[in-house]
C-alpha cells in the first residue's frame, strides 16, 4: 500500500502577513479561510508574528477572543495591556476577567478587582494580598479560601477563634444542607466511616485553623469525636455494616457513609448555625442520593427499616445529645470556646 497523504501536502504556506491583514478586514472575504489557517499554524509562528495575531484576534468574532484571550493568559506580554484594558471596559467576559486578574498591572488591578468575580477574583487576591490598599471582600472568597489566603499572606489579620469556630461550623452546615453534590471525598475502607472531617472544605479550613488557632481546633475536634461516636452508636450505621456483609459493594457503602455523616452531624450542630428553610433530616439522609443507573436492582435504604431519629425537632436533637454524653462522659458544649477552657 502507498503512503498516505497529508491533507495539506503540496500546498504552499502563505505569507502570515497576509494572512492577518486578510483577517482584519471584514471585506476581504477571505476572513474564514484566513482564521483557519492561522490557528492551524499559530504554534510554528515566532513571537512577533504570534502578538500581531493575539491582537487581531481580540478584535474579532467572539469565539476568535475567547481564543486570543486564552492565548494571551498563556503567554502574555506587557505589550497586550492597551488592549486588555479596552475590551474589558466594553465586555466583561470571564476570559478577560483571568487575563485582567493575572496579568494586568497591580495599579490597574486595584483599580478594577471590585468587578470581578469567583476564580478571577480569587486569582486577584493572591496578587494583591500584601498590599495593605487591598480589603478583601469576605464575600466572593469561599470560607476555606479565605482563611489560606489570610494565614498566607496576612497572620496578623487572621480570624479570633470563636471566628475560627463560626467558620468551621458554618461550613459543616453547608456542606449538609446542599443536596446537591456530596461534600467528601470516598472513604473506601470498609471498616471505617465518614464523619465531618472527612468533608473535603471543612478538612481544608480545619487544617489552616490548626496551624493558626490550635486552641479553635482542639474546640473542633472535639466536637467532631462526638459526631463519629452518635453515627458509630448509630441504627443507621449499624444497618448499613450489615448490608455491606451481605452486598459486599463499597459503592454503596461509601454513598450511605456520606449520607449518614451529614444527617448526624448537622443534627449535633448548635441551633444557631442552623437556618429556618434548612432541609428535614430525612432529606438530608435521603435526597442527596444520586441516580443509580448502574445498578438499577440495588435495594435502598428504606428508612423503614430504621425509624430512629427520622424527624427533625429539638426533641430528636436532645436524644441524641443525651447518649452521646452518657457515652463519652463529655457534655456537648465544647462548641463553646470559652466553657470548652475550662
Known amino acids: 500500500m502507498g503512503r498516505k497523504t497529508h491533507p495539506n501536502n503540496g500546498r504552499r504556506n502563505r505569507p502570515i502577513a497576509s494572512l492577518i491583514r486578510w483577517y482584519s478586514d471584514k471585506q476581504s472575504n477571505k476572513v474564514s479561510d484566513a482564521r483557519q489557517e492561522i490557528k492551524r499554524r499559530f504554534g510554528g509562528l515566532d ?9 487581531a484576534f481580540v478584535e474579532g468574532s467572539n469565539e476568535d477572543r475567547r481564543w486570543a484571550m486564552r492565548k494571551m493568559y498563556l503567554m502574555w506580554d506587557d505589550s497586550f495591556a492597551d488592549i486588555v484594558a479596552r475590551h474589558w471596559s466594553q465586555s466583561h467576559d470571564n476570559d478577560c476577567a483571568l487575563v485582567v486578574a493575572k496579568h494586568m498591572p497591580e495599579a490597574y488591578l486595584l483599580e478594577h478587582v471590585a ?15 500584601l498590599n495593605r490598599d487591598f480589603i478583601i471582600d469576605c464575600s466572593k472568597v469561599p470560607p ?31 456542606c449538609c444542607t446542599n443536596l446537591d453534590e456530596l461534600p467528601m471525598a470516598e472513604i473506601m475502607n470498609d471498616e471505617a ?14 487544617w489552616t485553623v490548626r496551624e493558626h488557632r490550635p486552641e479553635a ?15 458509630e452508636m448509630s441504627e443507621e450505621h449499624e444497618l448499613m455494616t450489615c448490608r455491606l456483609d451481605d452486598y459486599d459493594d463499597l459503592f454503596w457503602f461509601n454513598e450511605e457513609n456520606v449520607h449518614i455523616a451529614c444527617k448526624y452531624a448537622y443534627l ?60 463519652l462522659d463529655m457534655p456537648m458544649e465544647v462548641v463553646n470556646l470559652k466553657n470548652s477552657r475550662r
Open 47 to 55: 513571537w512577533s508574528q504570534q502578538k500581531k495575531v493575539l491582537r
Open 115 to 129: 468587578e470581578l468575580d469567583e476564580l478571577p477574583y480569587w486569582l486577584a487576591c493572591q496578587r494583591l494580598a
Open 144 to 174: 476555606a479560601d479565605y482563611l489560606w489566603l489570610v494565614g498566607e499572606y496576612r497572620p496578623d489579620e487572621f480570624p479570633s477563634s470563636d471566628e475560627c469556630l463560626n467558620i468551621l461550623f458554618g461550613l459543616v452546615h453547608d
Open 193 to 206: 466511616f465518614a464523619g465531618p472531617m472527612n468533608m473535603d472544605e471543612v478538612a481544608y479550613a480545619f
Open 217 to 231: 481546633a482542639s474546640t473542633f475536634e472535639l466536637w467532631c469525636q462526638q459526631v463519629n461516636h452518635a453515627i
Open 268 to 327: 449535633l450542630l448548635d441551633d444557631k448555625y442552623k437556618k429556618p428553610d434548612d432541609p428535614s433530616v430525612r432529606d438530608i439522609l435521603e435526597l442527596r442520593r444520586p441516580q443509580w443507573t448502574h445498578c438499577p436492582e440495588r435495594i435502598r435504604f428504606d428508612m423503614s427499616m430504621a425509624p430512629v431519629y427520622i424527624k427533625h425537632t429539638s426533641s430528636e436533637q436532645r436524644d441524641v445529645q443525651q447518649q452521646v454524653e452518657q457515652t
